[in-house]
């Protein structure tokens, strides 16, 4: 399995998740995890995604995103799980 952590920050709109999980759906990216919180107005989200059967490369997947990022005025970051692990270890 290849996964993906996705972290989404930004004043919180309607359609956030729907927007973020279609796109995931559309390119067979499955969803395993997700939470998301909002504080103050701020969304915050994180979801943890297996990539490993997307339709298009790893790099497409991610610029896609960040198009997406900007179309609905979030903060999308993404970065494989291992890198992420080894990022947070202590």
Known sequence: MD???I???GKDTTGIIAKISTFAYEHNA???DISQTIRLGIFNMMMIVDTDKIDLSYDKFID???ALS???G???RCQKEEIFNMM???
């Open 7 to 9: 972290t989404v920050v």
């Open 88 to 90: 947070h270890r202590i």
């Open 70 to 72: 900007v179309e609905i």
């Open 30 to 32: 499955n969803i395993l």
């Open 3 to 5: 996964k993906t952590v």
């Open 74 to 76: 979030v903060d999308i």
């Open 64 to 66: 896609g995103l960040k």
